[in-house]
């Protein structure tokens, strides 16, 4: 099921967002070997009540048994399709710089389902060295791969002033989606959904947090 089918069925998106947290605690407890685990037990772990949980789970196609609660294999493969990472997502990386490498370098994200295919830069002083085992390659290149590599998503690591041209070629290029972490706000088609991730913007919004409770 993909973000068009989830959009169509209706769910909530403050659930959408829930979902991850529960696939990865899913996982966590499958790899632990536990084979069982309650709406409660998942509301202690996520900071949740067991009422949410199981308003949340509603929306999946998977149920669970009575005095047991949910087999963490099946919830697992109930939320990873239902989020549609049930099958590996091919993904490029935009711009090779200090985030840019960290990502291409990051192991977690070919765990986790994510194969990127493909480091990509403008800079002829970037472009030709190896990150990691990839070598990045130039712009030029970018449709050739994602019809290639059949690329679902694109990722921006570029500076400010580049995002939004970057982001008109990806879409050119016929990704399906986008995760911007750039600073700036990306302008898409309805059909290529973009996901803002901000660590800046987080730390601010934990600063004010955190003095907020020293008053």
């Known amino acids: 099921m993909n973000t068009e089918d989830m959009t169509r069925l209706k769910i909530p998106v403050a659930v959408v967002r829930r979902m991850p947290k529960y696939l990865t605690q899913a996982q966590y407890l499958r790899q632990e070997g536990v084979q069982w685990v309650s709406s409660l037990s998942l509301a202690e772990a996520l900071g949740l009540t067991s009422s949410t949980v199981r308003q949340d789970l509603s929306h999946i196609d998977f149920q669970g048994v009575s005095k047991r609660g949910y087999s963490t294999v099946g919830l697992e493969a109930a939320l990873a399709r239902t989020l549609g990472v049930d099958h590996d997502i091919t993904c490029i990386l935009v711009g090779a710089g200090n985030l840019g490498r960290a990502l291409a370098l990051h192991e977690g994200f070919g765990r986790q389902g994510f194969k990127i295919v493909g480091v990509f830069d403008s800079s002829p002083a970037v472009v030709g060295k190896k990150v990691g085992h990839f070598i990045v390659r ?64 987080s730390l601010r919004e934990l600063a004010y947090s955190v003095r907020s409770r020293q008053v």
């Open 138 to 201: 130039p712009m030029a290149d970018l449709v050739a791969v994602v019809a290639q590599q059949k690329v679902e998503i694109g990722i921006l690591s570029v500076p400010h002033e580049a995002a939004q041209a970057v982001a008109d070629q990806l879409i050119l290029s016929r990704v399906r989606g986008l995760l911007n972490l750039t600073t700036a706000h990306l302008r898409t088609p309805a059909a290529v959904p973009v996901v803002d991730t901000r660590v800046l913007s």
